[in-house]
């Protein structure tokens, strides 16, 4: 069975499992998770045991030829077209996702006696199967190699929109299709913004040096943050980056299948904390990778995902002092039966 | 006054006009338009004469910095502080868009009583201003330039992808960011699928050649369609290209300032119709470019859309002779008052 034939079974059986009988399915990264076909502008309907796609005219021969396994049809309304296929196959609890789904077409799907069920293909694409993980460990190494690369050439004057085009150039160079997000670059005081967009600042002799970045290699995106002092580091630099690199190796430390996400939160923020900067830590702990920069799970205080073998996430605790410097230090990891595995090394 | 803050008056005039007391604006892009800023994961509420933005504390500092014409905070629950804020100034008519909004949202807006209304900042953004028709000149011509380099490096053996991907590699070179959407390069038969995905298919001699492309320049998305047969055209090919660029020429001639989108579709469609291929043309005529490579006013036989001038859009007539060939010609243009500039030259 081809790797999206399965996917597309798995979601039949998830669907199963949660006492639907079928689900819509409209946002194209899903679709294509699905059947292996990006299109946009179209309609999947997923039942137990079926799939049926609702599309333009133009798109349906290609569809066809490209996604046999999909019963494919080019109706006059789409939204009228799922409602008949629900009817005519009895498909009393049909639902569809509330958090992707935009109003105008979730209203109709309401309106039409449609469920709401948020997260039922986020959770099938959290956990990744071999072509999945091979993806996500080179785009990971790309971006750990294009950091041993950029960094010694990162000199006083140069600025941060400088570095980060550099960066995006490196791991192009090395394979990648793009970057997986807007790279921050963050100099000085800039790094103490977690979501800085780089600036023509340039850099000075004794500055913190913050650089969160990423590339997508065969759809799948890395995330990775490194964070040094370009000179001779004060006290505060040395304690803060000791504090950041004990707080996210006890994270790392709790990442294993059957831990709740939120016990790496909590293990991250509890040494930051317990060193006396707590409040300077004011994001989460990390995030799922994958085709997405930012998917499911989440790890944060209120998490009520349990980690999955197979999942891949990011831990990146910070420390962030206004005015002066940030620390965030950031690996993205492949959760595993007994531990983790670091991916951007 | 900064553009970004033209903008936002201009939204204010229009929330007024509509008779509406304030927007909610939740998408990204709509909120960098307004704000000049790029930041995932917040919220905005435009009245008519103020706005607010409602985010995570890690994104206010910047924000603050960068957008100061906009108040921002940094509340517990950025649902709840939107209606906060939507009572303590009595916007009675606030409305959202239902076409973008998620269903998650949109649900909470409704049931908070605000209005569905479809289309403002989309409708703002239709029309571009000088720096934006730069960008948009620069993305086209870098689109047509790379047609004419590659051309002569199209020959026997060199597959669809390796095309795709050339193309993508000389219009960076040329400055694009990147590609505005999947380059479609269609050999032969495949030329006849109007959304092609391009595939390892090598070119035959005497085989028709379609390549549907654009790029990003300064964040603005260029869309051309260039068809020619490789090898010497059979009487069939040179028919029907005869027939779409007399199409597009006549679509070209409606488009000014004042005409019904509607009518530049007609226009296309009644020749290719008179010349008995009307059921061939499968797809509207074109459709707004800008910050999306599809975005408003459409084209087609239901377009309500009357054009202004500043608008930018592709006339793209096509035939599709199924297992044969397909033949688009595609022109992004800039509306003016007595006509159109063709910006893809």
């Excluded at 199967?129 to 785009?139: D, F, K, M, V, Y």
């Excluded at 964070?227 to 709790?254: C, I, M, W």
Aim: hydrophobic share 35%; with cysteine; aromatic share 8%.
């Amino acid at each position: 069975m081809n790797t999206n034939k399965k996917r597309l079974s798995d979601l039949q059986r998830l669907i199963k499992k949660e006492k639907l009988d079928a689900l819509v399915v409209s946002r194209p990264l899903e679709q294509e998770f699905l059947t292996g076909f990006r299109m946009d502008g179209y309609v999947m309907l997923v039942s137990g045991t079926e799939a049926w796609a609702f599309m333009p005219k133009m798109l349906l021969e290609q569809f066809r030829s490209r996604v046999p396994f999909v019963s494919a049809s080019s109706p006059d309304n789409t939204l009228e077209a799922v409602l008949s296929k629900v009817r005519e196959k009895r498909l009393r609890r049909t639902a569809f996702e509330p958090g992707t789904e935009t109003y105008l077409r979730g209203s109709f799907w309401k309106k039409s006696g449609f469920i709401e069920r948020g997260g039922l293909t986020a959770s099938l694409r959290s956990v990744k199967e071999g072509s999945e993980i091979s993806a996500l460990r080179r785009a990971c190494r790309i971006a750990a190699r294009a950091f041993r690369l950029i960094k010694p050439r990162i000199k006083s004057g140069r600025t941060e929109i400088s570095v980060s085009r550099e960066l995006n150039d490196l791991m192009q160079a090395m394979g990648a299709s793009g970057p997986s997000f807007n790279l921050i670059v963050g100099f000085g005081p800039d790094s103490a913004l977690p979501h800085h967009v780089s600036s023509d600042r340039p850099l000075k002799k004794n500055s913190a040096v913050l650089l969160d970045f990423g590339c997508v290699y065969g759809g799948y995106c890395s995330d990775i943050t490194r964070t040094y002092f370009y000179g001779r580091p004060d006290e505060e630099f040395k304690r803060v980056y000791s504090v950041v690199e004990r707080a996210q190796k006890a994270g790392l430390n709790k990442v294993r299948a059957g831990t709740p996400a939120s016990e790496v939160d909590k293990a991250c923020r509890d040494h930051i904390a317990a060193a006396g900067f707590g409040q300077h830590f004011i994001h989460g702990t990390g995030h799922g990778v994958g085709l997405e920069i930012h998917e499911a799970p989440t790890l944060n205080t209120k998490s009520k995902e349990v980690l999955r073998a197979g999942m891949a996430v990011t831990v990146e605790p910070g420390i962030y002092l206004h005015g002066k410097f940030g620390v965030r230090i950031e690996d993205s990891v492949l959760v595993k039966k007994n531990g983790c595995e670091i991916l951007t090394r």
